[in-house]
């Protein structure tokens, strides 16, 4: 019986090729704006380490000496916090992250000297964030407190420098000290950079550039610290450093602590040692608020953030309400068409046929809508898709559909089209026989 219906919705398609068409258009349209959004969308609000998330936190304290009351802790702290947090091991494993530009050259390579970007991060960001190696690897915990001059690079400044082959064992100068390369990374691109969040909430939406690409280089955190030093931006100071730039003394929160905890007893656990390290600096007189202290998952992290970009979630919200007007259009036509077929549906009710055999043949004829649609939505979606990756956004690279976006289209066209299919169909099959017969 469906392929009954099938050869007679394809046979009425046929017959008005111009409504046909309009239906078409009004659904890809729909479709295609849709979902080149909704792509943009979960590509930018997905969980960017889906095997991990669950187990990685972001720890915070409140180390503002000055009375108050705040309702959340900044979105990062202080060094002797930090550090004492970090040597304290309670968790799994444990990662410091700092960044700041560095002036940077291979000795051997006939390249300009360049400012990227240095992640300053102790051993275990590594196995934390799962970052997957090309060549060599990480260092040791050792080599975190023996401040050793190693470094990670990233795949695109391999390429760069030394045109992608094993840079294993050769030399950068950042500053004005060389490092060893002891590990190189595979392309590596979490959406977002989540490790670094912090103070997205502030941003007003303005959160695009949480999407760039990861630092070009990774050095042990305390080596960074030697290295760099007097080029660390702070947070927020309650005076002023001494010397701008030069954090380790001052007053200035600007770390981030990440860390891994495997269940909920361990989650309760270190929340626990966190308030405890807040109580113990309020007694000796560094921090004047021990209540404040959180320990979000990543998750939450990101959400509390506010990391996707408020475009992207206004532009999102726009394109389903074009897809919601698209429908109207095409309940409009698939009334039309239905209602001007009252003769050939009043002849086979005459010949047995039930209203709900009607319905049925009218909702496969808007289904077979919704599959051309979906079709043609899936080549604008795609056109959608490369105009992202023409513009300026840090995102731009990342705006592609995958197999399961490339499936939800031809599903949400059918769905969209059957549910605009659905009144038309009701009123085509309760017609009065007589009334359906005088058109003929």
């Not at 400044?157 to 390369?181: E, H, M, P, Y």
């Not at 909920?264 to 560094?286: E, I, T």
């Amino acid at each position: 019986m469906f392929a009954y219906y099938l050869d007679l919705a394809f046979r009425s398609l046929k017959r008005n090729k111009v409504l046909t068409a309009l239906m078409v258009i009004a659904i890809a349209v729909g479709i295609g704006a849709s979902m080149t959004t909704l792509t943009v969308m979960r590509l930018l609000s997905g969980d960017p380490i889906p095997a991990r998330s669950a187990h990685l936190f972001y720890a915070q304290i409140d180390p503002d000496p000055t009375p108050g009351d705040r309702k959340e802790p900044y979105d990062v702290i202080d060094y002797q916090s930090a550090v004492d947090l970090w040597s304290a091991h309670r968790a799994d494993r444990q990662t410091l992250i700092i960044e700041s530009p560095v002036r940077m050259r291979a000795p051997d390579v006939n390249l300009p000297a360049t400012m990227p970007t240095m992640a300053s991060i102790t051993a275990d960001f590594f196995s934390m964030f799962d970052v997957p190696f090309q060549y060599g690897n990480g260092w040791t915990a050792e080599d975190d407190t023996k401040r050793a001059q190693v470094a990670v690079i990233s795949a695109d400044l391999n390429q760069k420098l030394f045109g992608g082959a094993n840079s294993v064992g050769r030399t950068l100068r950042l500053r004005d000290t060389d490092v060893r390369i002891i590990g190189v990374l595979k392309p590596w691109r979490p959406s977002p950079l989540f490790y670094m969040v912090a103070g997205a909430h502030y941003a007003n939406g303005d959160t695009a550039d949480l999407y760039s690409k990861t630092e070009d280089v990774f050095t042990p955190f305390f080596t960074g610290l030697e290295l760099n030093d007097g080029n660390f931006s702070q947070y927020t100071c309650w005076h002023l450093p001494d010397h701008p730039g030069h954090l380790r003394n001052s007053p200035c929160v600007w770390v981030r602590l990440w860390v891994q905890l495997g269940d909920s007893s361990k989650v309760a656990a270190y929340k626990q040692f966190l308030d405890g390290y807040a109580a113990q600096q309020k007694v000796l007189g560094r921090i004047a608020r021990p209540q404040n202290t959180r320990l979000r998952s990543l998750m939450q992290w990101l959400d509390y953030e506010g990391v996707v970009p408020s475009d992207v979630r206004l532009q999102t919200w726009l394109a389903f309400a074009f897809l919601a007007i698209c429908l109207f259009n095409t309940i409009g036509l698939l009334l039309a068409k239905f209602l001007r077929r009252g003769g050939e549906i009043g002849v086979r009710r005459a010949l047995g046929a039930t209203r709900g055999a009607v319905f049925a043949q009218c909702l496969v004829e808007a289904g077979m809508v919704g599959l051309i649609g979906g079709l043609v939505g899936w080549l604008l979606a795609l056109a959608g898709l490369w105009l992202v990756r023409q513009q300026s956004v840090p995102y731009a690279d990342l705006a592609h559909l995958d197999a399961s976006m490339f499936l939800l289209t031809f599903v949400l066209a059918i769905a969209a089209s059957l549910l605009a299919g659905v009144l038309p169909a009701l009123r085509a099959s309760r017609l009065p026989l007589g009334l359906q017969l005088k058109t003929l």
